[in-house]
């Protein structure tokens, strides 16, 4: 019996490579790649991570990320690109500082068997609707509001590369070109700081590193702090994108079997020392939407896709030095071109609904301010304050507000 209705029977071809799927594919690559791989260093810096940690964290989320991207559309015929959370390494970089290694790497596979459970069970649907998408927006945008403030900093101290990445973002977003707008910015900012920051290149070795299975830590405050946010961000930042691209390019999507196989593949993930491995949701817009090519073929953009981050994956022993070797300032403002959409959706999705003005105003603000209380980190404490405000003052006022003009 097909576990994935609806999908071609014959096999996959490599005639089926075309110009706009492999385009699409390698910026649905280096989407993934750039900002990503920014943040898990800001993270392993945060949290005094070994360089062979660190090298571990990249090899597996992008090895896991791109064979996730590379069998499912494969077998599915459909444009599910495979890869890793920027939300949820964004919100690992707030709290590293606050757990071993080992402890995060329970946290991941609790996370994974979280996804894996609501996949199996097909309660995606059921879990989005319990915490308000708005309640959720404004956790992630006070979350991120610290790397946006970074990013205009570093900005102001490498101003030439600054300066020009800008530009360059603008342009590019006017003119609506086929390359997105974050990519030609990074690239061309890359460009710059090579030309007038030469970079040393002493530092730009490093021993290769065979991968080790990691024994996992597990414990109460890890799993509230740090599980069960990861899992909401997956599954409402990455999951429900690429879902709803899907389905909005009518792919019947088997969305049950996505959420469960991103469970399972974060799980293995885990144990290598990566945060998740899922379908990627802005990558697979990118492939999914009807720029990659006919219908039928856009599978092969994230089958393109998936093979850039195994390959990124397997020389992370190379490449991390590389990227260590770029300063930090620059680091910065890639990050915040990463960031920077993100940002902009949650905070418009948090305020967008005037009846949740407290509770999204609350969930921001502890969010944004970073504190730990009974060792459980402000994202957490963003979420329940902001959904009890929600659901017990705001919603009662609006109900009692509308009894009063119905009488």
Known sequence: MNSFPGIRRDRPSLKDLNHKNISAGIVAGIFIITGPTALILEASVNGNFSIAQTVLWIFAVYVFGGLFGIIL??????????????????????????????ELIGAYIISGLLMLFIG????????????????????????????????????????IVGLVSLITFFIFSR?????????????????????????????WTSGMMMPKIQLP??????????SIPLALLILSNDAAVGVGALEQNNYRTPIKKIITLSGLFSIITSFFGGQSANIAGMATVICSDEEAGPKEKRYMGAVVAGFLLLAFGLFSWKLVPLIQALPKEFISIIVGFSLLTVFGNSVQQAFSNHSMKISTVFAFIIALSNITILSISAPVWSLLAGSLIARYIENDSIRKLEKKKAT
Do not use: C
Request: net charge positive.
């Open 73 to 102: 559309p494969l077998y599915s015929r459909i444009p599910i690109v495979g890869g890793h959370t920027l939300t949820g390494v964004a919100f690992l970089a707030t709290v590293t500082s606050q757990f071993t290694f080992h």
């Open 120 to 159: 199996s069970l097909g309660l995606f649907s059921k879990l989005i609707k319990l915490v308000p998408k708005e309640i959720i927006s404004a956790m992630l945008a006070g979350m991120i509001t610290k790397y946006m403030v970074n990013f205009i900093v570093s900005i102001s101290h490498m101003l």
């Open 217 to 226: 830590d597990f414990n109460l405050v890890s799993f509230l702090s740090v």
């Open 175 to 203: 003119w609506r070109v086929k390359i997105p707008p974050v990519i030609a910015a990074i690239i061309i900012g890359f460009i710059v700081l090579i030309l007038f920051y030469p970079l040393n290149s002493s530092e």
